[in-house]
Structure formats: structure tokens, C-alpha cells
């Protein structure tokens, strides 16, 4: 069966320091990659997806970067962190090949920039 | 621009009484349409999805939902609310474009289940 990992679950950064953010997925290959961001526990924000190794669509433009180093590894990051960058992100993976796929969450890391 | 709503910020039902969480959607041709669940500081568990056929979809944790064309609606229900299912809960339509697959989602209806 597949399994998505988040890491860290929790963080809390001061303004102006970097950010890296890891989310690998278990048990299957080649899948679509994301990131969301969750403010004040509502809507969901799409911030980057990945369809292989390399590949990186910025949703919104903002303070962060993605990259996928590995087939199965996607890495949310900043180079220095703003207030408004708090939230909950999410990282998901869905099978490539049909757009009915659901996609499937990791558990989420919960950043705080103080 | 396609889109889902949920015309409900928050839902209250008592614990054993039918609860239903609305969805609407604004496709065009046949859509396909998903709910998830998430509970407290954790990731988004999918429920169900509505490809094509039957027009009452059944999930996970005793959750069905039922796809009306001709009121553009994908409600969610549940014949006896359990405390436990507390929690927000995401409509959302799947489409693609740019070379992937993206989904749409709903801003999110809290239920709350009081005992």
C-alpha cells in the first residue's frame, strides 16, 4: 500500500530565516506531486505541483520554491521566511494517469514564523 | 470559470440525526466530483467520488452522496450523525491542464455533531 510522510509536523521559524520542508510517498512510482497551504484551518491553496523528477508548476507567485529531486520526494522551501508564509501545508500525491484520481494527503506540517 | 461552493460555512446536527453537507458545482459536461474529511491539525482523507452511473455515490464511514444533474448539487449525507464525525469537509472537482491533474477545492464546511 502507499504511504505519504510529512516532516516536521511542527515548526516555528523566526521572520528572515530559511525554510525546507520534505514530503516522500511510499509504494508507488512516477505520481503527481503537491503542495497546498491551509490558512486559518479553511481553504486549501495549491502552491506547486510536480508531474516527474525536475518538473515544477508555481500556482501563485510568493515567497517559496519547490524541487523534486528524487521520483518520489518533493521539497517545499524559502530562503527567508515572511509572517504571511504561516500556515498548514500540505503535501499530496495522485496517480498519473487519470484526472478522476483522487489525490492523497500526507499529514500536514504546521508552521508558525514569529 | 468551473468551479465548486459550499454554500455553508458550518453545519450543527445532533449526534443520531441525518446530516447532510451541500455542494454545488458549476461544470460544464459530465464532472466528476470528490469529498473529503479532515479532522484537526491532519491531512485531508478522501471520502467518495462520483465518476459516472449510479447517481448515489457510497463511502468511507458510512458517508453516501448524491450527484443531482438537474440541481447542479453533490450533497453529502449521513443517516445518523456519530460525534466523531466532527470535522471539515471538502467538495471538490478534479480537471486537468498544463500536463497534470489538479483539483478544485470547496472553502470547507465545519460540522459539528453535538452529543
Known amino acids: 500500500s502507499q504511504t505519504i510522510h510529512q516532516w516536521p509536523a511542527t515548526l516555528v521559524q523566526p521572520v528572515g530565516s530559511p525554510l525546507s520542508l520534505e514530503c516522500t510517498v511510499e509504494?508507488?512510482?512516477?505520481?503527481?506531486l503537491y503542495w497546498y497551504r491551509q490558512a486559518a484551518g479553511r481553504g486549501l491553496q495549491l502552491l506547486f505541483y510536480?508531474?516527474?523528477?525536475?518538473?515544477i508548476s508555481s500556482e501563485v507567485p510568493q515567497n517559496l520554491s519547490a524541487s523534486r529531486p528524487q521520483d518520489r520526494q518533493f521539497i517545499l522551501s524559502s530562503k527567508k521566511l515572511l509572517l504571511s508564509d504561516s500556515g498548514f501545508y500540505l503535501c499530496?500525491?495522485?496517480?498519473?494517469?487519470?484526472?478522476?484520481?483522487?489525490?492523497?494527503f500526507g499529514p500536514g506540517t504546521r508552521l508558525t514564523v514569529l | 470559470a468551473q468551479s465548486v461552493a459550499q454554500p455553508e460555512d458550518q453545519v450543527n446536527v445532533a449526534e443520531g440525526n441525518p446530516l447532510t453537507v451541500k455542494c454545488t458545482y458549476s461544470v460544464s459536461g459530465n464532472p466528476y466530483l470528490f469529498w473529503y474529511v479532515q479532522y484537526p491539525n491532519r491531512g485531508l482523507q478522501f471520502l467518495l467520488k462520483?465518476?459516472?452511473?449510479?447517481?448515489l455515490v457510497k463511502g468511507s464511514y458510512g458517508f453516501e452522496a448524491e450527484f443531482n444533474k438537474s440541481q447542479t448539487s453533490f450533497h453529502l449525507k449521513k443517516p445518523s450523525a456519530l460525534v466523531s464525525d466532527s470535522a471539515l469537509y471538502f467538495c471538490?472537482?478534479?480537471?486537468?491542464?498544463?500536463?497534470?491533474?489538479?483539483?478544485?477545492f470547496g472553502k470547507g464546511t465545519k460540522l459539528s455533531v453535538i452529543p
Open positions: 510536480s508531474v516527474g523528477i525536475g518538473q
Open positions: 471538490a472537482y478534479p480537471w486537468s491542464g498544463a500536463g497534470s491533474y489538479q483539483l478544485t
Open positions: 499530496a500525491w495522485s496517480m498519473l494517469d487519470y484526472n478522476y484520481n483522487e489525490q492523497f
Open positions: 509504494g508507488t512510482s512516477n505520481p503527481n
Open positions: 462520483y465518476i459516472t452511473g449510479d447517481n
